[in-house]
């Protein structure tokens, strides 16, 4: 595995309690470690426009006995896609998705409607193409291009996270 969910999850700091939104979640990699870090008093939505890989992670999560995930189909480029509440996450996960979006500002402005106004955004995607393995190179977005996407519309860069793995870059954003 090129990066490591939970080692970037724990270097997030990723709190009980808390309400994530996994936008892009895919088969469920943060989502299913983020419900076991935000326990049962918190929220994982995992969300993603793919129903199959949504039925995995309800399948991984009642394997793992988690019953904090709510796995729901929307589309994360679209303003209100993500089907969620205006301020109703403390915590947005974009984890390998930032690459597959065509209408990266319209996403970004999504993710900051659904954030809490102290929320935090974990921006994880890859740092280049790999000899077929990640994006194109023509899709691959860098870590300042990332940054600048959600700085333009109020999003304020915390830090970086040390080891996102030998071909991920992970940002730490505050809304």
Known sequence: ??????KILD???LASGRFVADLGSGAGF???PAARMVGPLGRVYAVDVLKDMLQKIKNEAVRNQLFNVEALWGNIEKLGGTRLADASVDVALVCNSLFQIED???FAL???RILKQDGRLLLVD???SYGGLGPQPEHVVTADTAR???EKIGFIFDRDIKDAGAHHYGLIFRR
């Open 1 to 6: 595995m090129f990066s490591d969910p939970q």
């Open 11 to 13: 270097q997030f700091k």
């Open 30 to 32: 943060y989502a299913i």
């Open 104 to 106: 990266k500002n319209t």
């Open 110 to 112: 999504e993710v900051k």
């Open 126 to 128: 890859w740092k280049d």
């Open 148 to 150: 600048s996407i959600f």
